[in-house]
């Protein structure tokens, strides 16, 4: 993980003069606008990765790199606490909240709920331009396998699911979604770059195209919970492998 001065996408060092803080200070944003802009800017930089697990967030600091008063970057990090991103410690500030294995289980279980349905709604709307564009995700997908890049598959998973979302029109589900997922980024990457892990799971999303794109509502709704399913199991595996 990078340093805490570079944290945050864009951000300056923290460990600039006071006079550099002052300035920030001078001019920072404040109100609900405040607010939305160290919500997000937070929020992308743990998405990312960029913070830690169990990094403290410092609001004298964090507040003067992103120009924002302090009171509007309390205000994000309480937003973030409610989605589960942030944790407060009492007495002690907040910090990046770390997801453990069995809270990871926990939340994949609900995901397998929530984007079953997807499928099945994505799989009685989708049109043929999605179709299409579903059937060159599984063609880029079974490229990345062959060419051994991890990355590039990771990716691609994570556009699948967007836009088998996106095509559901399931508004609710898919905010649901977006939150839980928020969670689940650092388990979901450290998957992605296990051994045999893309292999294993190219053939239970290309299941997942297969029936969405051929509207086959209930075949993409069980495709989709096998494939969780797989997820489950593969977390519990490095359960097992820690301990």
């Avoid at 609001?59 to 994000?76: F, I, K, Y």
């Avoid at 559901?168 to 992605?192: I, K, P, Y």
């Avoid at 096998?226 to 593969?234: D, E, F, T």
């Amino acid at each position: 993980m990078r340093a805490q001065q570079d944290a945050v996408p864009g951000g300056a060092a923290v460990a600039g003069s006071a006079a550099v803080a002052g300035s920030a200070a001078a001019g920072a944003l404040s109100g609900a606008a405040g607010r939305r802009l160290a919500g997000e800017r937070l929020r992308q930089a743990i998405l990312a990765g960029d913070m830690a697990p169990g990094q403290r967030l410092v609001e004298e600091e964090l507040a003067g790199m992103l120009a924002v008063t302090r009171a509007s970057l309390r205000a994000a990090l309480f937003d973030l606490t409610a989605e589960g991103l942030v944790e407060r410690i009492p007495n002690r500030g907040a910090r990046v909240r770390a997801i453990t294995i069995d809270e990871a289980v926990a939340i994949t279980e609900c995901r397998m709920v929530l984007e079953g349905l997807c499928a099945a709604k994505a799989a009685e709307r989708v049109t043929e331009p999605q179709a299409g564009r579903l059937r060159q995700l599984g063609a880029d997908l079974e490229r990345s396998v062959a060419d051994g890049d991890p990355l590039k598959y990771s990716a691609l998973n994570h556009e699948l699911h967007r836009l088998v979302r996106e095509i559901s029109g399931q508004t609710v589900a898919a905010a649901l979604l977006e939150r839980l997922n928020g969670q689940l980024v650092r388990h979901q990457f450290q998957l992605s770059l296990r051994p045999g892990r893309s292999q294993a799971s190219l053939p239970e999303h290309l299941a997942i195209i297969s029936a969405i794109a051929g509207r086959r509502p209930a075949e993409a709704e069980e495709a989709t919970r096998r494939h969780l399913c797989s997820v489950i199991a593969a977390l519990r595996d490095t359960q097992e492998e820690v301990r």
